[in-house]
């Protein structure tokens, strides 16, 4: 059995945002030697909390934790003329680039994918921007709420009345490293068949409007669109019960007769509720009745009864729970790791599964300049005196 289905691909990460490193990580945690390029003063992400034990410390940053496992990592300058020499020896030996600077940077450095490209003519670069490497909005800057924006997400989020909404987290930062290591794998799969690599072009924005893509489809061929949901409707909204909030979802094969005893609520099965046009108008009484069916029960006591029903149900589960989640644990989708300044720590590892060729956590997140010496010295050959030199000039 080989180590992962990328074993024996070789990858510089030059990435600092969430997207780019994301996309690195999933081909890492696929085999793929992937070698981490800090600035020298470290990546901006290690000054990203949430950090461990609330302590900011530029190894303690659990973004950059979760977001460089299975990588190597070194710190170089693209500054200093000797910080692209050592890029361009760096980028002779690899297979791919990974990169989130703003459309035109590295190519004023003189490392640009053409650069680069002449002396390594199967190299793969994937640069993942907020607007991509072209068009009037290539140079603008970009952030996660810019994205959910610009990619329409928010037009349709929320509730009507109300200002638009974003979804929590980073999502649209994670869907742009998704879908810049599946155009990876896809160039990669090129450069495997035909021997020649290419530019990979991967615009945050583009891949939010890319999950409208049927909501779009509506305005060109009828003129509509969606509009966002009504406030005030049990089917649309999460519910509070005695612990939490669920969600009840129609659909899924559970009959009317199913859903009112699920709610040991016969009042559901009179005309004005079971039948589907009165039970529109009556909507609000109805939430009512379900409401105060439900305001003394827990929604773990709810979730398997739900399933049992055939009812779309879903119950909103809170850090610790999803921690804990039985599912998730099956799985193995969390594992632990040993970080040399944190210590063991449970992270979120395993996101997909791959037979035979699986998931291995093989390493923590590299502490800052961690691999200096195996990368530059071991492997380009640079002598002691050499790499002292390149510290103390702020190259590496």
């Not at 945002?17 to 085999?31: E, H, K, P, V």
């Not at 680039?97 to 390594?120: C, F, M, Q």
């Not at 997400?153 to 974003?166: A, E, F, H, T, Y």
């Amino acid at each position: 059995m080989i180590d992962g289905a990328l074993q024996g691909l070789k990858v510089l990460d030059l990435s600092e945002d969430i997207a780019g490193s994301f996309c690195a990580r999933l081909l890492a945690d696929y085999g793929a030697d992937v070698l981490k390029v800090e600035p020298t003063g470290g990546s901006a992400m290690r000054r990203v909390g949430p950090f461990y034990h609330d302590e900011p410390h530029p190894e303690k940053s659990l973004f950059f934790l979760i977001l460089n496992l299975n990588k190597k990592g070194v710190t170089l300058n693209l500054e200093s003329a000797s910080g692209r020499r050592l890029l361009r020896d760096l980028a002779g030996h690899v297979d791919l680039i990974v990169e989130s600077y703003r459309p035109g940077y590295l190519d004023e450095l003189g490392v640009g994918y053409g650069d680069l490209a002449a002396t390594n003519p199967g190299l793969v670069m994937t640069s993942i921007t907020p607007f991509g490497q072209t068009g009037p909005y290539s140079q603008y800057a970009g952030e996660e709420i810019v994205s959910y924006a610009m990619g329409m997400v928010m037009g349709i989020s929320g509730v009507q009345g109300r200002p638009p909404l974003k979804h929590g987290g980073f999502q649209a930062q994670y869907q742009g490293g998704l879908f810049g290591a599946g155009a990876t794998a896809m160039a990669l799969f090129a450069q495997d068949r035909h021997g020649v690599g290419q530019h990979v072009d991967v615009s945050v924005t583009e891949c939010v409007a890319s999950t409208m893509m049927a909501t779009q489809t509506i305005y060109p061929f009828i003129g509509g669109v969606q509009i966002r949901r009504a406030d005030g409707t049990m089917w649309e909204n999460p519910m509070p019960c005695k612990d939490g909030w669920i969600i009840v979802q129609a659909g899924g094969g559970a009959t009317w007769d199913d859903i009112a005893d699920f709610f040991r609520a016969p009042e559901l099965l009179e005309p004005r509720f079971s039948d589907r046009a009165q039970r529109v108008r009556n909507g609000p009484a109805m939430d009512q009745v379900v409401l105060e069916a439900i305001k003394d029960r827990e929604k773990w006591e709810l979730f398997p009864k739900a399933a049992e029903k055939r009812m779309l149900f879903g119950l909103v589960q809170t850090p610790s729970e999803l921690a804990d989640c039985p599912q998730l644990e099956s799985r193995e989708f969390y594992r632990e790791t040993e970080h040399p300044v944190i210590g063991r720590v449970k992270v979120p590892a395993e996101l997909f599964r791959m037979s035979p060729d699986g998931y291995q956590l093989r390493m923590a997140a590299p502490t800052l300049g961690q691999h200096n010496q195996e990368v530059f010295g071991e492997g380009l050959g640079y002598s002691a005196q050499e790499l002292s030199v390149m510290r103390q000039t702020d190259v590496i």
